[in-house]
């Protein structure tokens, strides 16, 4: 007997999470472990550093920070904090992918 289409189940393996390190992106990155967890999956966290990096940074203002490759840096340590607590907190791994663009296309 088939199940009807609401009761199918999927195997969800990836869990892509994009972090900008703000409050929401914060709560993205609990429910994205919760739901690694739940389904055995490994988490994928993405960063992108917009081309205009100094105007929209939630990692610092600009102000103590000129040098671009210094702030890719930051970003990175970041993100892989944020890869230890998922460790930590869900026993799940993750990808850590940070790079540079347009957000929406780069995701």
């Given at each position: 007997?088939?199940?009807?289409?609401?009761?199918r189940?999927?195997?969800?393996?990836?869990?892509?999470?994009p972090?900008?390190?703000?409050e929401?992106?914060?709560?993205?990155i609990?429910?994205?472990?919760f739901?690694?967890e739940?389904?055995?999956?490994?988490v994928?966290?993405?960063?992108?550093?917009?081309?205009?990096?100094?105007?929209?940074?939630?990692?610092?203002?600009?102000?103590?920070?000129?040098?671009f490759?210094?702030?890719?840096?930051?970003?990175?340590d970041?993100?892989?904090?944020v890869?230890e607590?998922?460790?930590k907190?869900?026993?799940v791994?993750?990808?850590?992918?940070?790079t540079?663009?347009?957000?929406?296309?780069?995701i």
């Amino acid at each position: 007997m088939n199940k009807p289409d609401s009761m199918r189940t999927f195997d969800i393996k990836k869990i892509l999470i994009p972090v900008d390190f703000s409050e929401t992106s914060n709560l993205a990155i609990e429910h994205g472990g919760f739901m690694a967890e739940l389904f055995g999956a490994n988490v994928v966290l993405i960063h992108v550093i917009e081309d205009n990096w100094q105007s929209f940074s939630v990692i610092d203002s600009g102000v103590g920070i000129k040098d671009f490759s210094a702030f890719a840096s930051k970003a990175e340590d970041k993100l892989a904090e944020v890869a230890e607590r998922l460790k930590k907190d869900y026993n799940v791994s993750s990808k850590l992918i940070c790079t540079t663009g347009n957000i929406c296309n780069e995701i």
